[in-house]
Structures are given as C-alpha cells and as structure tokens.
C-alpha cells in the first residue's frame, strides 16, 4: 500500500509566510495601551505638563478647562464616549484634563518610527472646528441660544436621540459657555416651559421639539 507523505515546508518557506503576513497586518502608528480608570473629579493631565500621548475616552466623559488668573474656571471642551482628545501644537499641554464621572481612558502611544502625520491631522481638524464652533456659541449675547446651541451639539455627538445624556453638571456648563449657574438653571427651565425639551432628571434632557431647538442654535 502507497504511503502518502505530508508535503514538508522549510523554514524559508515558513519565514517568507510570516513576513508575508506582517506586511498585510502593518503595526499601527499610534498603539493602543490597556485603558486606566479615574474616578469623578481625578486629574487625567496637568497645564504646564510634557505631552507626547493622545487619549481616547472608552467611557465615562472629560472636561478640558484652564484656571484664569483670577481663579475662575474656563472649560475650553468636554470629550466623550469615543472621542480622542490630548493633541498639541508643541510638547506643553496648555490645559488640564479631569474626568467627570468615573471614566475610563486609552492612552494611545506613538509607535517608534512611524510617521504620525496621517493619524494626528484629522485629530487636529476636528479640535479646530470645534474650538470654532465653541467661539461662535460664546459669542451669542442670548444665554438661551447659547443652551440651545449647546444641547444640539451634545445630541449630535450621542447620535442624534432625542435623549441626551448630561455627564457634566450645572456649573460646568456656564464654565463652559461663559454663565452663571443660575442663568443656566433658568435656561434649562424657561425650554422646558416652552415644551421644547422635558427634563426627567438634572443628568438628562428630552428633547421635544427638536426643529425649535435646532432654529433657536443657528
């Protein structure tokens, strides 16, 4: 009886597969590392500190915000689920970043010799245009379109639901968009009273009718 043998491969042959292989599956520019848990109020980066990393928000939610002279708090962005946030111009972070609520953060490293451009331009693309964005709603001398501009921004970065989840607070929005909390609270209340948006609780906002809102933020 014939014996079939079992074609043999040589270590060139296994070599050349492996090499093979790795050109299809290229290491990628900015590697991943294990992400890292902040509790509600935990300091994620420093003002004044070197920079080098980017950082990707996995859940939870962060507020990005620089302390004036006089000791108030200006909250440049707040970043979420799924958005990468860290980015500078030079080696200096020029803001502080702290988690909001517990959070869990994907530091992504720069791998070793691999050219960066191709990945940190459209980060840095979507930093511009919200930094504009947020310039246009400060600018706004209606606190109340101000809130609407702002609830529209949050709904569209959640998926367009009619629901938004609010992970920040009352005073971390006027930080944000320049008013007091009490000028939020009323905001918040005369769109309720209009039947614009309901408001089951302090974290969440329904939003009714939403071409209302959607006019009054243009």
Not at 78 to 94: K, N, V, W, Y
Request: glycine share 8%; net charge neutral.
């Amino acid at each position: 009886m014939a014996i079939l043998e079992t074609p043999r491969i040589s270590f060139h042959q296994q070599d050349a597969w492996f090499s093979r292989d790795e050109r299809v599956q290229p290491a990628p520019a900015l590697a991943p590392q294990p992400p890292s848990f902040y509790p509600a109020g935990a300091e994620i980066y420093a003002q004044g500190e070197k920079c080098g990393n980017l950082y990707r928000v996995e859940f939870g939610a962060v507020r990005i915000y620089r302390l004036l002279a006089d000791g108030r708090r200006q909250i440049s962005a707040f970043h979420l689920t799924g958005e990468t946030f860290g980015f500078e111009a030079d080696d200096t972070h020029h803001f502080f970043a702290e988690a909001i609520s517990a959070t869990g953060i994907r530091i992504l490293r720069a791998a070793r010799d691999k050219d960066l451009s191709t990945e940190l331009l459209p980060i840095a693309l979507k930093g511009l245009v919200r930094a504009q964005e947020h310039l246009l709603v400060l600018g706004r001398q209606n606190a109340i379109e101000r809130i609407a501009a702002f609830l529209t921004d949050l709904a569209e970065r959640q998926g367009g639901l009619r629901k938004i989840e609010l992970p920040m607070s009352r005073t971390d929005i006027g930080d944000y968009l320049g008013l007091t909390i009490e000028t939020v609270s009323r905001g918040f209340t005369k769109l309720k009273q209009k039947g614009i948006i309901r408001l089951p609780n302090l974290r969440s906002v329904e939003v009714v009718r939403w071409q209302t809102l959607h006019d009054m933020a243009a």
